[in-house]
């Protein structure tokens, strides 16, 4: 059975910053592209940042470039996100997604952890 699980959410001031770490388990997670999506109140889910499966070509939403970088270590199956400059319109739920390299393979989503940037 496949699990993602994120950690690292909480309350941070704006201008802090905050680290999202994703732990996969129960499959071969080298082979995913890894990707973090957020979701605020009374809004759709959107992308923030994806990462291939080596790890070499990145991408971000334009409302984050500049303040978050998307990582992976491939030995210990986990995707991170480091937040920086948060601002409070990045207050939403961050979900890390697991995309994968076929069509036929399943696509698989984490739980969620908060992010509230707030004084």
């Known amino acids: 059975q496949v699990h993602l699980v994120e950690s690292g959410g909480g309350l941070v001031q704006p201008g802090g910053s905050l680290r999202l770490s994703c732990t996969a388990s129960?499959?071969?997670?080298?082979?995913?592209?890894m990707g973090w999506y957020r979701q605020a109140p009374g809004k759709q889910r959107e992308l923030v940042a994806i990462?291939?499966?080596?790890?070499?070509?990145?991408n971000y939403a334009d409302s984050v470039k500049g303040r978050f970088t998307i990582s992976r270590d491939n030995a210990k199956n986990t995707v991170y996100l480091q937040m920086d400059s948060l601002k409070p319109e990045d207050t939403a739920v961050y979900y890390c997604?697991?995309?994968?390299?076929?069509?036929?393979?399943?696509?698989?989503w984490g739980q969620g952890t908060q992010v509230t940037v707030s004084s």
């Open positions: 997604y697991a995309r994968p390299p076929t069509a036929t393979m399943q696509e698989y």
């Open positions: 990462i291939t499966s080596s790890g070499r070509i990145t």
């Open positions: 129960g499959m071969i997670f080298s082979i995913y592209t």
